[in-house]
């Protein structure tokens, strides 16, 4: 994080002459380094959302389901440890709505944390799209919508965050089409 260095040396530059600052700030605007006034608060959101405790009607459908996967699994393979081939199949595709996943926005990136080994993380030199649905937001790596979408972004379920949410990704995507993001 060279930026913070920078900050630190604004502040020694102060206590000099006002037009030194102006002409080392634009050096650096010049540069393509961000200034001050550019970086980004270095304040962290985090939030953990569980799905399957929010909606448990659903997770009755999600264990009648995972009950007729396992009997037509049975069935056709009737050895009992082929059955773990489903159920973990099924249980790392709906791990999102399973166990609670936690949501951490910082300085570095966006990251999504559900379980040890179920983890994503988009630094913000990366973004390259940002929107909004009804859902939450989506936060992407490809410029234009593909079919890649699922594997190369994070979907954030802001959940009583969305005013804190968009704030950040909004500043965030105007200072990338800015050019200063840190």
């Not at 604004?10 to 050096?27: E, M």
């Not at 540069?31 to 929010?54: C, F, M, N």
């Not at 802001?158 to 050019?179: C, D, F, H």
Request: hydrophobic share 50%.
């Amino acid at each position: 994080m060279s930026y913070v260095v920078l900050c630190v040396d604004y502040d020694v530059l102060t206590s000099y002459n006002c037009a030194a600052v102006q002409s080392h700030q634009a050096d650096n605007t010049r540069l393509g380094i961000p200034t001050q006034e550019t970086v980004v608060d270095a304040a962290v959101l985090t939030w953990t959302i569980h799905l399957a405790r929010e909606m448990p009607a659903k997770l009755c459908l999600v264990m009648f389901g995972y009950a007729a996967a396992m009997l037509a699994w049975w069935y056709f393979l009737p050895v009992p440890a082929a059955l773990l081939l489903p159920l973990v199949a099924l249980t790392s595709a709906l791990s999102e709505f399973l166990f609670p996943v936690t949501y951490t926005i910082d300085d570095v990136g966006i990251s999504q944390k559900c379980l040890p080994f179920f983890n994503r993380h988009i630094a913000w030199t990366d973004v390259r799209r940002a929107s909004a649905g009804r859902d939450g937001f989506f936060v992407s790596t490809l410029r234009l919508p593909s079919r890649l979408d699922q594997f190369r972004g994070i979907r954030i379920n802001p959940r009583g965050n969305e005013a804190a949410v968009r704030a950040v990704i909004t500043k965030r995507m105007e200072l990338m089409r800015e050019g200063l993001a840190a």
